[in-house]
Each structure stands twice: as structure tokens, then as C-alpha cells.
């Protein structure tokens, strides 16, 4: 079936620079993508979303890119900071269907 | 702000037992989700509800079932437990089935011996 995957499954920046964590989503139909953080027995953390109708949505530190010609999504965390150190995870889903999760990337912070 | 409830925060059962896990959605949410995530793995969606009824379902297997109740709380019940069902369960809660965001809680993990 079709289904979201992540590039990289570990990313290490240093504290006080840029991360990017990329993401290869294959259901063209797929409308709606959120990109959530995961911290060790807590569940998943909404971090921003995104429609189809957009390429680009900035928050506080973050900002996703939304790519559909190439079906590729991305999360960037400016200034990242000891506790952005988490697995994070993008989904997509399709109107009201179910919402796919793809694998992981564990980021960590080094300082 | 109020969250998605889960209970229990832990639970531990023999093989063949039977459990029952609940789901409190953030007020106002209509639409309940629930999610099986194996250690190391991504969430993998079992069943979602809509206004009391079923609206899309997943991997979820036929040993368990599930309902949302109509103060919109939802129950997972998993029988003839195996040492393969050991995981977190999360449920997750969104205002409509669209393009709104889904909020998770913070799991059940169930461990099976």
C-alpha cells in the first residue's frame, strides 16, 4: 500500500543551528500532512500541519515546505534547543480517511 | 488546555485475558482515533469513530473491537490476549474527520506475559 517514509532514520545538529528532517510521501491523493515531535513515553506532539492548497507554513521555530510535484515534505527548526531532541514523525492523510504515519527521525541535539 | 485522557497509564495481563482500554477526547472533539506502536516502530492506525460510528478502519485485529460513546469517550476492548499485542495504545481526538489536527494522548502501554 501506499505510505509516508522518512529519508534519514538519526539527525544530529549541534545546539543553536538549523535541522531539517525530510519526508517521501507517495499517496498523490493525500490532502492534509502534520508533522508531530515524539518524546520517550509520551505520545505524539502536534507540531505544525499543512494543506495541499499551500507550499509553505511557518510557526514559532519551525516552518514545514510542502512540495507535491515531487511528493516531498520537510520540517525545519530554527535555533534548535536540547529539547527539541525527539523522534519526529510526518503523516498524511486523505480527507477523512485514516492518518499514515511514516518512519521516524530521531533528532538529537548536541551541545 | 484540556487533553486527550487515556486510562490506564499502564496495564499488565496474561496471555488469553482480556482488556479494556478508555479514551476521554479534548472537549468538543467529535472524531476518536486509535493507534498501536510497537517499540521503535511509527504509529500504525487501528480504528477511528465519527459521531458514534465507525469511519475508517485499520490494521486493527478481530480479537479486538471498539466503540465511541455518546459523551464521545471511546473504549478499545482487546481479548484472547497475545505476548505480540504488548505495545502503547494511543488514542488521538480531532474536531471533524478533515483537515484538522489529530491530538494524542499519552498511551496505555499494555504488556502482555
Known amino acids: 500500500g501506499e505510505s509516508v517514509g522518512l529519508h534519514l532514520p538519526t539527525l544530529s545538529v549541534q545546539e543553536g543551528d538549523n535541522s531539517i528532517i525530510n519526508c517521501a510521501y507517495s499517496?498523490?491523493?493525500?490532502?492534509?500532512f502534520i508533522w508531530y515531535k515524539q518524546e520517550s513515553g509520551k505520545g505524539p506532539q502536534f507540531i505544525i500541519d499543512i494543506r495541499s492548497n499551500m507550499d509553505k507554513r511557518q510557526g514559532q521555530r519551525v516552518t514545514v515546505l510542502l512540495n507535491k510535484t515531487v511528493k516531498h515534505l520537510s520540517l525545519q527548526i530554527a535555533a534548535t534547543q536540547p529539547g527539541d531532541s525527539a523522534v519526529y514523525f510526518c503523516a498524511e492523510k486523505m480527507s477523512a480517511r485514516q492518518l499514515t504515519f511514516g518512519s521516524g527521525t530521531q533528532l538529537t541535539v548536541l551541545p | 488546555a484540556a487533553g486527550v485522557i487515556q486510562s490506564p497509564r499502564h496495564l499488565i495481563k496474561e496471555k488469553r485475558e482480556t482488556a479494556t482500554l478508555k479514551c476521554y477526547p479534548i472537549?468538543?472533539?467529535?472524531?476518536v482515533y486509535w493507534y498501536q506502536q510497537g517499540p521503535g516502530q511509527d504509529p500504525q492506525f487501528l480504528i477511528s469513530f465519527y459521531e458514534k460510528m465507525q469511519s475508517d478502519k485499520g490494521s486493527i485485529p478481530d480479537r479486538f473491537s471498539a466503540q465511541q460513546f455518546s459523551d464521545y469517550h471511546s473504549e478499545l476492548n482487546m481479548s484472547s490476549l497475545e505476548l505480540g499485542d504488548s505495545a502503547l495504545y494511543f488514542c488521538a481526538s480531532s474536531l471533524g474527520q478533515g483537515g484538522s489536527p489529530l491530538h494524542f494522548g499519552n498511551g496505555t502501554r499494555l504488556t502482555v506475559t
Open positions: 499517496n498523490s491523493a493525500s490532502d492534509y
Open positions: 472537549p468538543r472533539h467529535d472524531t
